[in-house]
């Protein structure tokens, strides 16, 4: 375990700051649980009040201990609750957990009582967990600094799960589901408001504890992306599956977010591609959290996604085949050799290919299960296996379907979900280890997430190699203007469509005739990065005159905005199969963004986008491109060709090194539109627009 948190997740000696004789209060929970559970270290209530607590002698002050204790539990309140703080940090505590409330989530002025005691809290070598939190709890050593009453309403059973969460309650109900899916939990912690331990931290330090095979996080936002990037690299290296929940997706989430826990939530589909980026995988709730837990625990890490279906009724090998396309589980092609082997231990009239309905003869000969599983497992075309029991009851050996089960599943080492929704049937196989659920929809779900994860935590990424700054123009505007924003990518070797920039009619009646008709003539200034909305951009111009005549308009348009006057651009008018768009941003949390999608004037209403975090690949970018609404266009659709999204995943990639080769120069590079050809044509960028950072122009 991390050394770093040792004194509050591995205490020698605990002191409680407004203990409690009653178990129901919050200054009583923690001395009962850890007295309950084990704690073998000293526990000392701080109780001016009384002599004895819990049959524990109470302490009048943190003065009147015998020792200084490695971790403090501050449950009293209000000013009191800051100048325990204070007492504590005076004292050499190591760690302090503060439950108390109305701090940073009550408001600016909590806000400033929160960071001044957090900055002395931190200036005497002391952490601090919360405020406004439920505590923290380890049942591998009993250790429970925290008073959630789930503790009570489902007793602790130590075992491989971690569970941290920004959220007392949302800890509490991770903890109570598993518990319920008979799971052993070891830590159960909640950060709250994240003064100075914030989930990151915390989860690198469970991370490090060798018992822990699942990860189990809940944020409202990633305040320290960096080391929790870092703890997602280790876990990958110890093969510790990170499964989160990440709230405040909508607006409304986001404010919710942050009158909850002071937190401030972060651009949810940059998050996504941070968690992709990293190996971590999202889900939405806490009761998918649980749901997908044993599978993971199995310790199964399929090869690939083909799926073999295995029922004893026709209807449900139906379903299972659509549901197993919705879940992108393709059906395993099962060999001619698998096949006649299936089909000689089934009755003449069962189905031998895959989906494999073994008919009602179950009723008469429980073998079937254990005649067929095995076979199965020894093609190589299969990696997930499926059983499905619409029926079963008075007459059928559920305990033999079980043991065959259990005993293929052990053999094989390929995962096998069962979906039973009758208790009776349900019960001997989850006796046996066996995952199970109400249903095919649950079953493949947690398959399709166990194999797509799997194959993420198996990605690697390449590191980009150092580019040279790029060189800008002078200046001190927000925007480059567009020729400059076009030349910029260009030296970066994108493809930018033939343009001129004009200073005169004679030089636009000029520059027409280089780049041919018909032609765009638009307006080029620094002050007018949006040209369309001042009528400064005309389209399919066809001569070199209106060339000429459309440069006086425009430039008078300009003086008349009072804009800068840095010329007109003639470009050639070039049309594509389809307008896409790549962007880039420095993010504030998660530095360089890029995203790429579907492009245009409706880009903003449709928002058919995919984000992506350096350093990406060109397949990155492919991969990206498949999970849009326009993936179908891009692959060509009625006799369409397909596009080349090669040659706009090499734009993205160029795009995105751009922006990480000039941090603190480049704020955002928008591409709109990119126009992408049939494969083989190329894609070819027709408007830019880059921004200056802020550091850059102070």
Request: aromatic share 6%.
């Amino acid at each position: 375990m991390s050394d770093l948190l040792e004194s509050a997740l591995n205490p020698r000696s605990v002191a409680v700051i407004g203990a409690s004789e009653n178990i129901h209060k919050i200054g009583g929970r923690p001395i009962h649980y850890m007295r309950k559970h084990g704690f073998a270290g000293r526990i000392y209530p701080i109780n001016p009040a009384r002599e004895e607590v819990q049959g524990l002698r109470s302490y009048a002050s943190l003065a009147a201990l015998p020792e200084v204790p490695d971790l403090a539990l501050v449950i009293v309140g209000g000013e009191k609750a800051v100048a325990a703080v204070d007492d504590c940090a005076a004292r050499g505590v190591k760690s302090a957990v503060v439950i108390a409330s109305g701090f940073g989530e009550a408001g600016e002025e909590g806000r400033e009582v929160q960071r001044a005691m957090t900055a002395r809290a931190r200036a005497a070598g002391m952490r601090l967990y919360g405020p406004n939190t439920q505590g923290l709890a380890n049942f591998g050593t009993g250790a429970i600094a925290g008073f959630s009453t789930m503790f009570l309403e489902v007793p602790p059973a130590d075992g491989p799960i971690g569970v941290v969460s920004q959220s007392g309650g949302m800890s509490a109900m991770a903890y109570g589901l598993l518990r319920g899916r008979g799971l052993g939990v070891r830590h159960v912690h909640a950060t709250g408001n994240e003064a100075d331990v914030g989930v990151s931290e915390l989860a690198w330090a469970v991370a490090h504890d060798p018992a822990v095979k699942l990860l189990l996080l809940y944020l409202e936002n990633i305040a320290h992306p960096e080391l929790l990037a870092r703890t997602a690299a280790y876990a990958r290296e110890r093969d510790l599956p990170i499964v989160a929940v990440k709230a405040g997706r909508s607006e409304s989430g986001q404010r919710a977010a942050s009158s909850h826990t002071g937190s401030l939530a972060n651009e949810d589909r940059a998050v996504d591609a941070f968690f992709h980026r990293h190996g971590i995988w999202r889900v939405r709730d806490p009761h998918a959290q649980a749901l997908a837990a044993e599978a993971y625990l199995k310790g199964w890490r399929p090869e690939g996604r083909r799926l073999v279906v295995v029922s004893n009724s026709g209807a449900s090998c139906v379903m299972g085949a659509d549901a197993s396309e919705a879940f992108g589980l393709p059906l395993a092609p099962l060999s001619a050799e698998t096949r006649r082997e299936v089909a000689a231990r089934l009755p003449g009239f069962a189905t031998a290919t895959n989906p494999i309905d073994v008919t009602a003869a179950l009723l008469s000969d429980s073998g079937l299960f254990g005649g067929v599983l095995p076979v199965l497992a020894r093609d190589p075309a299969a990696d997930l296996f499926f059983v499905n029991i619409p029926v079963a009851g008075a007459g059928y050996d559920v305990q033999a379907f079980a043991a065959d089960t259990a005993a293929f599943e052990a053999a094989s080492g390929k995962p096998v979900v069962v979906a039973a929704w009758q208790d009776s049937v349900a019960a001997p196989f989850r006796a046996r280890g066996i995952p199970t659920f109400a249903n095919e929809t649950e079953a493949l779900g947690v398959l399709a997430q166990l194999a797509s994860h799997t194959a993420l935590m198996r990605e690697r990424h390449v590191p980009w190699p150092q580019d040279a700054a790029p060189v800008l123009p002078p200046g001190e505007g927000r925007f480059l203007n567009e020729a400059q924003s076009l030349a910029l990518l260009a030296a970066q070797g994108v493809p930018v469509v033939a343009h001129r920039l004009c200073r005169s009619a004679d030089e636009a009646r000029d520059a027409w005739g280089a780049v041919g008709g018909p032609a765009v003539v638009k307006a080029c200034s620094a002050d007018v990065p949006h040209k369309s909305e001042h009528g400064l951009v005309a389209l399919g111009v066809d001569s070199a005159q209106a060339a000429g005549a459309l440069f006086e308009t425009q430039w008078r348009r300009l003086a008349e905005l009072g804009a800068a006057r840095e010329g007109v651009i003639v470009a050639a008018m070039r049309k594509g199969r389809h307008e896409c768009m790549v962007g880039a941003r420095h993010d504030p949390v998660f530095g360089p963004v890029v995203v790429v999608g579907d492009g245009g004037k409706y880009v903003e209403a449709l928002q058919d986008v995919a984000v992506l975090l350096p350093p990406f690949a060109a397949a990155d970018v492919k991969a990206a491109l498949k999970t849009l609404r326009i993936a179908p266009l891009l692959e060509g659709v009625r006799g369409e060709p397909p596009l080349d999204v090669d040659a706009l995943a090499d734009i993205a990639v160029a795009v995105g090194r751009l922006l990480a080769a000039a941090p603190g120069r480049i704020a955002s590079i928008d591409v709109n539109p990119v126009m992408v050809g049939a494969r083989g044509e190329g894609a070819l960028v027709v408007d830019a627009l880059v921004e200056r950072s802020v550091e850059l122009k102070s």
